[in-house]
């Protein structure tokens, strides 16, 4: 290996005058000293030029074949956070561990593999005036260069900046179709980070006004919906990305004096053996206070409807319409507005925790469950948004880059329990598990989780996802504190979508059901009769289908109104069931399920089950076949529906079986 300096000028390179052409790589070196920086180093039949960059934006003036980013060992946290934004250039980055003699002194190592694998790029350890190093490096250098360049890893910023970045994207792909060596993603970063320096490049483009009003819109929107410049948001992120990375690199020792405080709750929260008995807890904790709290208001809701009915029957002729009105709309609407204040409370603890960081932290302990079936961390984060809205959880999954882990991703939304369930469990759990409720609503998440992860490892085997998985970094974003206003945001979000459904879908349901139960009024006397009604001969219709998971046809009907809408399953069985007796008193629908003989723990906790299995909405069905097409949407219609009968029947016989 030889040294020299190089003035840039080919014809006096020492190699072009005793071997004629040979290749020279440029390299762009960033970060701390290299000790070789502005030298060309000739060896093995090419020659590497280095060339020191004072920062990161430098590159963009310097075309280069390969940049070298030096981080020291001691300072990893810190060294590594331009790794990020090199990334967002879309260029070939190998990075060099210095120091590394020092780190390993404090009892620490570094997973090199894991890590390379992890940031997408070559890692070397390269400690100064260590001779055999640099030759590892000057190769890894030559192979690097000869091999096809492909992005393995970006930094995840989260599903509004990225679709942020990907609208700043698209305006500046309508003005220059390809940057000369770095990408369109990392010019949309900067922007949004208010970088000044990347408008020089902004402005040569044809349409550079749109590209900045763009720009300045998701700005805008960023701001106004999470609180802060969207700078800071970006800066989130990229630090979460490098925290996520060391967590699973790292290999700490006995000495730990350099940690801070965060590091060491992240080392307990994200712990193999602390960690998932921790978030069970949590979770324990959650819905415990959901039930405590929200039995209060939801028995005065209940007392008022009941009260509302019975005022409305006095003060109104008998007929078809009082009835519509008080069995029908206010029994049928009533049983689900109940439930509002369980999802209030519920929602304003899964948001703090969501604010907190803490929910990242749960994601990160299901990133290694997720690697077992061939998934990742990033498949795991649409799956939690999926415990609000299956719809929004579906479209969060586009933001996976592998197709396949795209689809599949999808495929196992619908197995997670939305808010549109909640009511349902709330329901069944309050009248048959009054004991155990918190542990109840674990149980049946737990096991829409399980289940999905199962499903996700079949289809693995399969022709249509059998493939290598991808490394992923999970994202540590900084403990924070939780603000009023995102709170309350992701609060109204929830209840505003469940009041739309009460006034739109609920209340329709709740007529329809009630008018196919009070006739042919003739039969049924005016309702009084239902075995004799419309809704009772549909309900009778699938029976033989149904009963061996001990379902009866008011069951049967239930289960068919929740096709548009789950919440839609306790409005029938507030109307169903509360009609069986003209007396409003102050018994709730959750009592009165509990007095009538169909009802046992083995057959309520099948009706849970097939309700968290079953044909998710009608809204998920139509999302799922925008995005990946209809063939995978009706295979998840029928493969819902047959786990949905299978897993209920196998809980009916054996907890049936158990209870004897």
Not at 103 to 117: E, K, N, V
Not at 213 to 235: C, I, M, R, T, Y
Not at 372 to 389: D, E
Request: glycine share 6%.
């Amino acid at each position: 290996m030889k040294t020299f300096n190089c003035n840039g000028e080919c014809h006096s390179c020492p190699l072009m005058a005793s071997k004629g052409n040979v290749q020279c790589i440029r390299v762009a070196v960033t970060g701390a000293d290299s000790g070789i920086c502005g030298k060309t180093v000739s060896c093995d039949g090419f020659s590497v030029r280095f060339n020191i960059m004072p920062e990161i934006s430098s590159i963009l003036e310097t075309p280069s074949d390969i940049v070298l980013h030096i981080v020291d060992a001691m300072r990893l946290e810190d060294t590594l956070y331009p790794v990020t934004k090199l990334n967002d250039m879309d260029i070939r980055v190998i990075l060099a561990v210095r120091n590394y003699t020092g780190f390993t002194a404090t009892g620490h190592s570094l997973d090199i593999r894991q890590l390379s694998r992890m940031l997408g790029m070559p890692v070397v350890i390269c400690d100064k005036n260590d001779g055999q190093a640099e030759m590892t490096l000057l190769g890894k250098i030559a192979e690097c260069y000869r091999e096809p360049y492909e992005r393995k890893v970006s930094v995840p910023y989260g599903q509004d900046v990225e679709e942020a970045i990907t609208l700043i994207s698209q305006a500046i792909h309508k003005g220059h179709d390809h940057w000369q060596h770095f990408s369109e993603r990392y010019v949309a970063v900067r922007l949004l980070e208010h970088q000044d320096y990347i408008l020089p490049y902004i402005n040569s483009l044809p349409n550079a006004e749109e590209v900045l009003q763009v720009a300045g819109k998701v700005h805008d929107g960023l701001e106004k919906e999470f609180g802060e410049p969207s700078e800071n948001l970006v800066a989130k992120a990229r630090r979460g990305f490098v925290a996520g990375a060391l967590q699973e690199t790292v290999i700490h020792g006995g000495d730990d004096s350099d940690h801070s405080f965060a590091m060491k709750l992240d080392s307990i929260l994200t712990s193999r053996w602390l960690g998932f008995p921790i978030l069970i807890l949590v979770l324990l904790a959650v819905f415990q206070c959901t039930f405590t709290l929200g039995a209060y208001p939801q028995e005065w809701i209940e007392a008022g409807v009941n009260a509302l009915c019975g005022w409305l029957k006095d003060i109104l002729a008998p007929g078809w319409f009082t009835d519509m009105l008080t069995d029908g709309i206010v029994q049928g609407v009533g049983s689900v507005l109940a439930f509002l204040p369980n999802i209030v409370i519920m929602f304003f603890f899964l948001s703090l925790l969501e604010d907190s960081g803490y929910m990242a932290r749960a994601a990160f302990l299901m990133d290694k469950i997720m690697h077992l079936v061939g998934l990742h961390g990033r498949s795991f984060i649409p799956m939690l948004i999926g415990f609000g809205c299956n719809v929004p959880a579906i479209m969060a999954a586009r933001q996976i880059e592998n197709p396949r882990d795209r689809t599949l991703t999808m495929l196992m939304i619908p197995f997670m329990s939305c808010s549109a369930r909640l009511p349902v469990y709330l329901l069944f759990v309050s009248a048959f598990f009054a004991d155990f409720k918190a542990l109840v609503m674990i149980g049946l998440y737990a096991t829409g989780i399980i289940l999905s992860i199962l499903f996700a490892f079949i289809m693995k085997q399969t022709k249509w996802f059998r493939m290598r998985d991808e490394d992923y970094v999970s994202v540590l974003p900084p403990f924070r504190k939780p603000t009023w206003r995102n709170t309350g945001n992701h609060i109204w979000e929830r209840v505003s979508d469940y009041l739309q459904k009460i006034s739109t879908v609920i209340l329709a349901a709740s007529v329809i059901v009630w008018a196919l139960e009070y006739f042919p009024a003739d039969k049924t006397s005016k309702g009084a009769n239902p075995e004799e009604s419309y809704l009772a001969m549909i309900g009778k219709a699938v029976s033989p289908v149904m009963e061996p998971l001990g379902f009866d046809w008011k069951m049967n009907v239930s289960l068919l109104t929740g096709l548009p809408a789950k919440e839609a399953i306790v409005s029938t069985m507030g109307i169903l069931y509360h009609t069986d007796s003209n007396e409003y008193d102050d018994r709730n629908l959750a009592t009165v399920l509990r007095e009538e003989q169909i009802f046992t723990p083995a057959t309520s906790w099948a009706f849970m089950l097939f309700v968290l299995l079953y044909f998710p909405c009608v809204a998920t069905i139509s999302t799922l076949r925008k995005e990946i097409g209809g063939g995978w949407a009706a295979f998840t219609v029928v493969n819902s529906l047959v786990l949905a009968w299978v897993m209920a029947f196998l809980a009916n016989t054996f907890i049936g079986f158990l209870i004897q």
